[in-house]
T-cell receptor, first 114, second 114 residues
Framework: AQKVTQAQTEISVVEKEDVTLDCVYE???????LFWYKQPPSGELVFLIR??????QNEISGRYSWNFQKSTSSFNFTITASQVVDSAVYFC???????????FGAGTRLTVKP | EAGVAQSPRYKIIEKRQSVAFWCNPI?????LYWYQQILGQGPKLLIQ????????DSQLPKDRFSAERLKGVDSTLKIQPAKLEDSAVYLC????????????FGSGTQLSVL
């Protein structure tokens, strides 16, 4: 069975602080995909990143970076120099290559205070 | 490029009433998904269509929920009769392909069952 755990329910930081959102997953598939989505107050989930299970390279996109470690089944997301506009709920998701069983974690609500 | 369109944005009904939601995916996207997001939880897949065929409806409560995607374009999700526990945001998403693709989400329909 596929499962995604986001242990941090809520995080609050002050602007310009760095923050890391944790994601741990469980799967028996050898080929799978990991995602991060952002859900701002407007409600629409916005795609941030997709990684496949064979690519463990860390990725950086502006202030965002992702650390994928297969050994610990984790796909953590770091925001550097956080801004108020980063305030949102962030979801980690796990997708199976064999079907489209896309499982979302419960989400982490990030509040960035000015 | 137009995004995923959903209507209505909000709906309030009494238990045992019926309700329908509409979704128009991004043009050219073969796959359409309906997710249920209960407050404080991650989205849960209800049904997935590829073109106008159902790929996965294993988590759809078929005694009260139904969905269709006529002509492989837009889709409707119906609840009849509604229960209190159906109160949630119903999200529609679409993707170009089938296997663990990047999903594009609509803004959702927030349903309150009283």
């Amino acid at each position: 069975a596929q499962k995604v755990t986001q242990a941090q329910t809520e995080i609050s930081v002050v602007e310009k602080e760095d923050v890391t959102l944790d994601c741990v997953y469980e799967t028996r598939d050898t080929t799978y995909y990991l995602f991060w989505y952002k859900q701002p107050p407007s409600g629409e989930l916005v795609f941030l990143i997709r990684r496949n299970s064979f690519d463990e390279q860390n990725e950086i996109s502006g202030r965002y970076s992702w650390n994928f470690q297969k050994s610990t089944s984790s796909f953590n997301f770091t925001i550097t120099a956080s801004q108020v506009v980063d305030s949102a709920v962030y979801f980690c998701a796990l997708g199976s290559y064999n079907n489209n069983d896309m499982r979302f974690g419960a989400g982490t609500r990030l509040t960035v205070k000015p | 490029e137009a995004g995923v369109a959903q209507s209505p944005r909000y709906k309030i009904i009494e238990k045992r009433q019926s309700v329908a939601f509409w979704c128009n995916p991004i043009s050219g996207h073969a796959t359409l998904y309906w997710y249920q997001q209960i407050l404080g939880q991650g989205p849960k897949l209800l049904i997935q269509f590829q073109n106008n065929g159902v790929v996965d409806d294993s988590q759809l409560p078929k005694d009260r929920f139904s969905a269709e995607r006529l002509k492989g374009v837009d889709s409707t999700l119906k609840i009849q009769p509604a229960k209190l526990e159906d109160s949630a945001v119903y999200l529609c998403a679409s993707s170009l392909g089938f296997r663990a693709e990047k999903l594009f989400f609509g803004s959702g329909t927030q349903l309150s069952v009283l």
